[in-house]
């Protein structure tokens, strides 16, 4: 499978936020990424579903939220409503995380599990057969345009031999610093879909940028 880029909202215009959507369902990027933040397992708070409801009207193309929440199975249901395909949640909130991920997939969503730069792969191996999409974050979750953690090639190296030793079928996606630069190695490392935001919202030419990120090898 050839690997994919999805762009996060994050990064965008939200003064023309139709726009910036109309843009993304026109460009090669294959979905959309949505931060969902509560200001309390991250420091920050970005949108809420009575956003993601006008979102949702004019994207075209598969949504993946991304749950950066203390007590994320009170969202499920919203993000079924909303036309979510995957739905991530973070290792480092649920002290039931099998018991969540099936919650997911009984709404018939996709369902990922999301790790920090410090949470350790290895701490999957219970779940990585149950999971659709492993996202490692590459940056401190909360706020976009961070740099890069270089040690997060090593991580998803360890990952992708967790997945092929256990015979997973989960795909890797990776979050933060990414950037048609470090494209290439991320993919060489493991990595199955890119995510981009500031790098793509920032970019004199956002349809570009996202071609670059599918171009990359």
């Not at 990424?33 to 006008?54: A, E, K, P, Q």
């Not at 996202?135 to 401190?140: G, Y």
Request: net charge neutral; aromatic share 8%.
């Amino acid at each position: 499978m050839s690997h994919l880029v999805a762009a996060s909202l994050l990064s965008a215009n939200f003064s023309n936020l139709q726009s910036e959507i109309e843009m993304i369902n026109e460009s090669a990027a294959d979905k959309f990424h949505l931060d969902i933040m509560d200001g309390n397992f991250v420091g920050n708070i970005s949108f809420g579903f009575h956003i993601i409801r006008h979102i949702a009207k004019y994207a075209k193309k598969p949504m993946d939220f991304h749950l950066m929440v203390n007590n994320p199975e009170k969202y499920f249901q919203k993000c079924k409503d909303f036309g979510a395909t995957y739905v991530v949640v973070h290792y480092e909130t649920c002290i039931h995380l099998h018991r969540t991920i099936n919650d997911i997939k009984n709404l018939g969503m996709k369902a990922g599990v999301a790790i920090n730069p410090h949470t350790s792969v290895h701490l999957l191996e219970d779940i990585i057969n149950d999971v659709d999409l492993t996202l490692v974050m590459s940056v401190n979750p909360g706020f976009g345009g961070q740099k890069f953690i270089e040690h997060s090639y090593t991580k998803i190296k360890q990952l992708k031999e967790l997945i092929q030793k256990t015979n997973s079928s989960s795909l890797i996606e990776v979050d933060g610093g990414v950037n048609p630069t470090n494209a290439s190695k991320l993919i060489a490392s493991g990595a199955d879909i890119l995510i981009g935001g500031k790098t793509i919202f920032s970019s004199e030419n956002p349809k570009q940028t996202i071609l670059d990120l599918k171009n990359a090898r």
